[in-house]
């Protein structure tokens, strides 16, 4: 196969999106709209609680307020050095003024500055900056319990982006989000990443960057299914940093329409996709891995694989653009 060269590519359809997640993103653009009147029925406070109009001085106190029930916590702008734990019910977070409203140094129980575990949740506009902790796996958002839909917010500077739990039953999905200056393997409890998932049902990535990272991999994902598509991976001003995507277990679906650029300080540069590296005890039978740009960063000699694979299983590597120094697929 000729690599040198780019070849019109049409990938198989990502999963249908299930309803959950259907009605998450419909309610977030819903409540939208009639943000400006329910803003202004609060009487005081930074956080609103759309539903009832009800303003408060604190994130958790909104999240209180919904409790197990569903509702809409808008965020006016500022910068916030708070954190919340949401523990029932399915709430939206959204920031009234995107990339406004900041979440800035805070972080929950140890772990983040959203600790969720409810039925559901959905955060859009937000940016959560500066999360640290002493075991170096503060994130901006912990998904403990239930499925979250990220849409167009920013972690930055942090040890983690966004964490999750081992449970069959999360779910996650990420759009139109950037994740910079992420990741660290200096912590007791190993290496931290910018989007790292146990054992999930589903991860889904779209139309979101990575840059910037700081240690670790940008992600690392353990869930059964992960999809990544018409995302960037831009490693050129990473530090100490290892694979740009990591299914240590193994995982179907698709890895479709990135592009990747591997830069000069790296803990490790043997490959930009690895493949059941650690365990493999989950299938990666059929993993489409396809339509994908990746290179080094300019003047930068190296070899490389673009797919390091452990797994020995049938994988689907078809129509990417590569660049000088990469080979497809190494089987290890």
Not at 143 to 167: C, K, R, Y
Request: proline share 4%; hydrophobic share 40%; net charge negative.
């Amino acid at each position: 196969m000729d690599n040198s060269a780019r070849i019109p590519f049409a990938p198989a359809p990502l999963l249908r999106p299930s309803s959950w997640l259907v009605g998450a993103v419909f309610a977030a653009a819903i409540a939208l709209i009639p943000l400006g009147a329910a803003l202004a029925q609060g009487s005081q406070g930074p956080f609103t609680v759309v539903q009832t109009g009800q303003s408060f001085g604190t994130l958790q106190q909104a999240v209180d307020a919904i409790g197990s029930g569903d509702g809409t916590v808008a965020i006016a702008p500022g910068n916030y050095r708070q954190c919340a734990v949401q523990e029932a019910g399915s709430i939206a977070f959204f920031a009234s003024e995107p990339g406004t409203a900041v979440l800035d140094g805070i972080a929950c129980e140890g772990k983040a500055a959203l600790v969720l575990r409810g039925r559901e949740a959905s955060v859009s506009g937000l940016v959560f900056r500066n999360i640290g902790v002493p075991d170096a796996n503060g994130a901006g958002i912990r998904l403990e319990q239930g499925s979250l839909t990220v849409a167009n917010s920013w972690f930055v500077d942090s040890q983690q982006g966004i964490l999750t739990a081992h449970d069959d039953g999360i779910r996650l999905v990420v759009d139109r989000s950037t994740f910079s200056g992420l990741g660290t393997c200096e912590g007791d409890g190993g290496c931290a990443h910018s989007i790292y998932t146990g054992t999930i049902e589903h991860l889904r990535i779209t139309r979101s960057r990575f840059e910037r990272g700081t240690g670790g991999h940008y992600v690392k994902s353990r869930a059964r299914r992960t999809d990544i598509a018409a995302s960037s991976f831009d490693d050129s001003a990473g530090r100490e940093t290892n694979y740009m995507i990591d299914l240590p277990q193994g995982s179907v679906g698709q890895i479709t329409n990135n592009w990747f650029v591997q830069g000069r300080d790296k803990e490790n540069y043997s490959a930009f996709i690895a493949v059941a590296a650690e365990e493999g005890d989950q299938s990666s039978k059929g993993l489409v891995i396809a339509g994908n740009d990746a290179r080094f960063v300019p003047a930068l000699e190296r070899r490389s694989a673009f797919v390091a694979d452990w797994s020995g299983e049938s994988l689907v590597i078809e129509n990417n653009v590569l660049g000088p120094g990469l080979t497809v697929l190494e089987r290890r």
